[in-house]
C-alpha cells in the first residue's frame, strides 16, 4: 500500500470538496473493491475520504412508487431490508447473494454502482428496473449512467447518495456465479412494468451490464424460458476468460434469462 491522506466526511458536501482539492481523491465506502485495489498497489491516490460516518445515506425508504436506497447502505441489509422484500424481492434476492458474508457486510450499494465491475449484479437490477442513480449533483437515469467497464457518467467527486428504484409489476433475477468470488459468470435481471419489458445481462459483457433487445421482445411477448430459448443470443461482443468462453457466455445468458423469466411469471 502506498502512502495517502486520510479524512472521514462529516456531510456528503465535505466529502466532494475534499476528493475535488485533492489532486486524487477517491471517497471509501465499504472498502471490499478499494482495499484490495490499493493493497496490491494498483492505486497510487494521494487522499482517501471516507464515507462511514454520513448515517443520512444509510437506509431503504418508499416514496411515489419508487423503493430508494441510501447510496452507504450495505448490501446484507438490503437483502433484509422489508420494504425492499414487500415491494421488489428480486432485488432483496440479488443482494443476498453477493459475494460472502463478510462482503455482504462492508459492501454498499452505492460503492458497487459508482465501480460498474463488469460482473458485478446491482447494475444489472439498476438498468432492468429502470432506476435512476442520485448524486450529489443531479439525477441520473441508469440507461445514461453505466458507460463502459468500470466507468459511469459520474464527474470528478461527484457522490452517488441513493438510487431509486420503480417498483415492477414483476420481476426476477438469476445468476450463474463464479463459485470462488460468487461474481456473475452471467446475471440477468427480467423486469416488467406498465407493458414493458426490460432485460439485463451482467458479467458477460466486454463493455459491462447491457440491455439485450432479443430477449426484451421476446419476453415481452411470452415470459417463459422457451421464449428466452429461443432468442439468438450472439458471443459478438462477450467476454472469454479461464472461467468461460463467449460462446459459453451467450448460452448461459438464454439459461439465465429463461429462469428469470419463469419465476417472474410465478410473481
Ligand atoms: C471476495 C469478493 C466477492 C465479491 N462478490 C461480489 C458479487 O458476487 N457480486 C457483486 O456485485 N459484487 C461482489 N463484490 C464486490 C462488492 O459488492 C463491493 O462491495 C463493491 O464492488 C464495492 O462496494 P464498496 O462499498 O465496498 O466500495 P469501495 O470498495 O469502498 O469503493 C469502490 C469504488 O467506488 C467508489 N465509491 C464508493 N462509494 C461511492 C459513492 N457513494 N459515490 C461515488 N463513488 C463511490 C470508490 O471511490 C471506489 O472507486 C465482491 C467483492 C469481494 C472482495
New binding site residues.
Partial sequence: MYQFNYKRASSVADASKA?VSASDG????????????LKQRL?K?SD??D?QELND?KGVKEEGGSVIIG??T??GDVAKNDIVKKRIPALAG?AA????A???N??????????N?P?????SACLALGATIV??KREIKADDFFSGMFT?A?EPG????AVKFPVPQKAAYE?F??P?????MV?VFVAQSGGATRVAV?GAGQDGVFRHKGLEEALGKSLTKDAAMKVAVSADGLNSDIHASAEYRAHLIKVMAGRAAEKAAKG
Fill in positions: 476528493v477517491v471517497f471509501l465506502a465499504g472498502g471490499m473493491t478499494l482495499l484490495p485495489t492505486a491516490p482517501v475520504v464515507l445515506l447510496a452507504m450495505r448490501h440479488l447473494h453477493i459475494g460472502d463478510q462482503v455482504r462492508r459492501g454498499t450499494i452505492g460503492g458497487s454502482v459508482a465501480n465491475d460482473a458485478a449484479d446491482y447494475p448524486t450529489s459511469t459520474l461527484e457522490m452517488v447518495t445468476k456465479p463464479n470462488a468470488s460468487r461474481y456473475a446475471g451482467t
